[in-house]
């Protein structure tokens, strides 16, 4: 069983930044892919960025050129840096991983872009 920590959370308003960290139990490297989905209310979940073990990064239209996904090995973390936030990118932020057993989730951290 993986289990995914996200931290960084927060209320910042429009414009703003925010940081995103997901610690795995697992070591980071062993994942197939891990990424970032999103959660507004009223609405699906949704990818927001995702990054392969080979090290390519993909991203919703949304939030392409404000979001960048990384990971730091060495620290077994995964990050997601937000910039030029909007009030439509709040929502649940969820970390996601994926191995050859199956599919992993985080328990959650919300965002809220507001004034």
């Known amino acids: 069983q993986v289990h995914l920590m996200e931290t960084g959370g927060g209320l910042v308003q429009p414009g703003g930044s925010l940081r995103l960290s997901c610690a795995p139990s697992?070591?980071?490297?062993?994942?197939?892919?891990m990424g970032w989905f999103r959660q507004a209310p009223g609405k699906e979940r949704e990818l927001a960025a995702r990054?392969?073990?080979?090290?390519?990064?993909t991203y919703a239209d949304s939030v392409k050129g404000r979001f960048t996904i990384s990971r730091d090995a060495g620290k077994n973390m995964m990050y997601l840096q937000m910039n030029i936030l909007k009030p439509e990118d709040t929502a649940v932020y969820y970390c996601?991983?994926?191995?050859?057993?199956?599919?992993?989730w985080g328990q959650g951290t919300q965002v809220t872009v507001s004034l």
């Open positions: 697992g070591t980071i490297l062993s994942f197939n892919d």
């Open positions: 996601h991983a994926r191995t050859s057993y199956g599919e992993y």
């Open positions: 990054l392969t073990r080979a090290g390519i990064s």
